[in-house]
Every structure is written in C-alpha cells, then in structure tokens.
C-alpha cells in the first residue's frame, strides 16, 4: 500500500486496453519509478538487456521532461502507452510541457579534461544511442479527453 501523499505520487492512473499499458504520470520525480514499476509488472520477464535499455529510456524521458520541460509543481502530466510488438517493446510518451524535440537537440560539447568537463547534457546521446527507432511529433491539439500533448515520443527497444 503506498503511504505517500497524493501530491507525491507518480502515477495518477495505469489500466491496460488492448493489451497495451497506459500510464498518466504525475509531475512528480516519483514518477519514475512508480511507472518503471508498473511497466515491468506489465511486461512481465524480460531479456536483461532489454530491460536495462527500458529503464534507461524510460528514467531519462521522464526525468528530463519533468526537470526542463514542466513548470514547478504544476498539474501537467505525461502519458505513457507502452506495447509489445513483433520483436519490441514500443514505448509512447506524450506530455504538454515545452515543445522540444530530442533529434534536434545539440551534443554537447566535447570535454577535453575533467577540469572542463560539464555534468548533464549526456541524457538526450544515450537515448539515441540505445533506441532501436526513435521519432518525434507534434500532435495536432484534438485531443477530447482535455488533455492537449505538445510533443509525442515514440521510442522502439528491440527484443
């Protein structure tokens, strides 16, 4: 039983419709590993290379979209479906905080001692690096539900 606050919960809501898991992820850091949680609940075993690709995509999405793209403390929410296809696991992430598309993102800059070196920055690289496909949209605000997504992420793992 989670004790936690209501405020400090990272799931709002999970439920599974046709077979796919969808998660409502609150704006809280919490959110990361209460929907990791609930992601592998749903997948159930998984290959152990696969499953470390699935939370690194999974933290690092969630992470930065709460840290850089949601206003403090604000109700906004991100939306994960979370599939099986054949030979992947797709991960859907939409949320209505700032538009920003990760493949446009610049690398960061090359450090050349560990005096230079900057902390961050690396998170966007890793996910391209570990995704088997990775796309970026801008879904047109029809939503019906109330919930109006600016960006939409659609991350394959292969299995």
Same mark, same amino acid.
């Given at each position: 039983?989670? *004790? #936690?606050?209501?405020?400090?919960?990272?799931? #709002?809501?999970?439920?599974?419709?046709?077979?796919?898991?969808?998660?409502?992820?609150?704006?809280?850091?919490?959110?990361?590993?209460?929907?990791?949680?609930? !992601?592998?609940?749903?997948?159930?075993?998984?290959?152990?290379?696969? @499953?470390? @690709?699935?939370?690194?995509?999974?933290? /690092?999405? +969630?992470?930065?979209?709460?840290?850089?793209?949601?206003?403090?403390?604000?109700? =906004?929410?991100?939306?994960? =479906?979370?599939?099986?296809?054949?030979?992947? +696991?797709? *991960?859907?992430?939409?949320?209505?905080?700032?538009?920003?598309?990760?493949?446009?993102? =610049?690398?960061? /800059?090359?450090?050349?001692?560990?005096?230079?070196? @900057?902390?961050?920055?690396?998170? !966007?690289?890793?996910? +391209?690096?570990?995704?088997?496909?990775? #796309?970026? /949209?801008?879904?047109?605000?029809?939503?019906?539900?109330?919930? #109006?997504?600016?960006?939409?992420? !659609?991350?394959?793992?292969?299995?």
């Amino acid at each position: 039983m989670d *004790l #936690r606050p209501e405020q400090e919960t990272g799931l #709002r809501s999970a439920q599974v419709a046709g077979g796919a898991l969808l998660l409502v992820l609150n704006n809280t850091l919490t959110a990361v590993e209460d929907g990791r949680n609930e !992601i592998l609940r749903h997948l159930g075993p998984l290959d152990p290379l696969v @499953r470390n @690709r699935l939370e690194v995509l999974f933290e /690092e999405l +969630v992470s930065n979209t709460i840290r850089h793209g949601f206003a403090k403390h604000s109700a =906004q929410s991100i939306h994960v =479906q979370v599939k099986r296809t054949p030979g992947a +696991v797709e *991960l859907t992430f939409e949320d209505d905080g700032v538009p920003f598309n990760l493949l446009e993102a =610049q690398p960061p /800059e090359p450090f050349t001692s560990i005096e230079t070196a @900057r902390v961050g920055g690396l998170g !966007i690289p890793l996910i +391209v690096k570990m995704a088997s496909a990775l #796309r970026y /949209e801008r879904p047109a605000p029809t939503s019906c539900t109330g919930f #109006r997504p600016s960006n939409r992420t !659609i991350i394959s793992i292969a299995t």
